[in-house]
């Protein structure tokens, strides 16, 4: 048994990771993250889990602890040991998974053949093609193993404390307050830096806002509309219906099974929905479902048990959700066709890629209208 032994999983091993060592080549974007969540850390939640777990494996001894022997990577010289670090180190232009995980998940290859050979061959040519497979490899494990999560695209430390807090069963942020929807909060701005939303409907991303809307333009993007082949019960807009297409099919060969639970809304009918349920701010009629933007994806549970309840309680079921292979692959390569999260809601994906807003408009009379200076 490793020092970095798993979390006590049957089977293959999946996630070991300890808190690694070195710290000279951390990247931004987790000390931006502990910018933000530091603070919470130290002073607010009070549940910040251990962040080792050798003392579960390890006999008890009366011996007085022993000092730590230095990690195997730092005395040990061996080449592919430091070939590790060299992947770990120089893989963010080709993936979201942390150079953390990917140290971790190297070191611990021999339960998987795929990376176990793809690092190999990587490491008799050290070329593009080779590391683009090894990462392929990395990714795919990643995206099916039941023990990892879409928090594991933040650093460790984050991932544990948000995956493992106490959450209340209200903490989804609005409807009934919890207690927590502050730190629930922080937890999608963290993940909205690794993985950033461009949402079609609000933001300076938008294709088209609420103020700018007029009876033209609804007209015009309901012309737009097109029954999704393979799941005609919904409609998308004709770019996104194709590029979902193409998406479903990229996921299908990845062995991860993309299926929409809702897609268009009509925006009269969500309208005279939100009228009766007495929204007078009718925001139902501005939802990017009815622009026909948005879908909401079914998300299997990773252990293959049925799906979850697409509910925002309890937000532990919410915060578990990120689990299902659905919503890793859409994190790791949703991006590359277009779809993009909303991180609240972990099954809500807009499709609204760069340069978009022109496409959308582009036989509109007149072309795109101007947006409203003033975000929503
Ligand atoms: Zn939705």
Redesign the pocket.
């Known amino acids: 048994m490793g020092r970095f032994e798993s979390l006590g999983r049957p089977g293959p091993p999946g996630i070991h990771f300890p808190i690694r060592k070195r710290k000279s080549r951390m990247n931004r974007i987790t000390h931006a993250v502990l910018l933000l969540i530091l603070p919470l850390l130290t002073v607010g939640c009070g549940t910040a889990p251990s962040t080792s777990t050798r003392g579960d494996t390890e006999p008890q001894t009366t011996q007085p602890p022993a000092i730590e022997p230095v990690p195997a990577v730092f005395n040990s010289g061996s080449r592919s040991d430091r070939f590790i670090e060299h992947v770990a180190d120089n893989s963010q232009h080709l993936t979201r998974l942390t150079p953390g995980y990917i140290y971790e998940r190297l070191h611990h290859r021999e339960g998987s053949e795929a990376i176990s050979d793809a690092f190999d061959r990587m490491l008799v040519a050290d070329v593009p093609d080779a590391h683009r497979a090894l990462i392929d490899a990395l990714e795919l494990d990643f995206i099916h193993d039941p023990a990892t999560s879409s928090l594991d695209l933040l650093n460790y430390e984050l991932r544990v404390h948000f995956s493992e807090f106490d959450w209340h069963d209200d903490d989804y942020p609005g409807g009934p307050e919890g207690p927590n929807e502050a730190l629930a909060d922080i937890m999608v701005d963290a993940l909205d830096i690794v993985r950033p939303e461009r949402r079609a409907n609000r933001s300076r991303t938008a294709v088209i806002r609420r103020a700018n809307v007029n009876d033209d333009i609804w007209t015009y993007m309901l012309d737009q509309w097109k029954p999704v082949p393979g799941e005609g019960k919904w409609k998308l807009n004709r770019f996104a219906a194709e590029a979902y297409v193409r998406m479903r099919e990229a996921a299908a060969a990845d062995g991860v099974t993309l299926k929409i639970k ?1 897609g268009h809304r009509d925006p009269k009918q969500a309208q005279a929905g939100a009228a009766r349920a007495g929204n007078r701010f009718a925001v139902a009629s501005f ?1 990017s ?1 009815s622009l026909g933007l ?1 879908v ?1 994806f079914e998300l299997p549970r990773a252990d293959g048990d049925g799906t979850f309840n697409i509910t925002t309680r309890p937000m532990s079921s919410v915060v578990a959700m990120r689990t299902s292979p659905v919503h890793k692959w859409l994190h790791l390569r949703g991006e590359a066709f277009g779809w993009y999260p909303f991180q609240h ?1 972990p ?2 994906w807009e499709f609204n890629p760069d340069g978009f807003r022109g496409v959308f408009f582009a036989e509109f009379p007149g072309g795109a209208p101007e947006l409203d200076p003033v975000f929503e």
């Open positions: 809702s939802s479902h948005a909401d809601e099954w809500h």
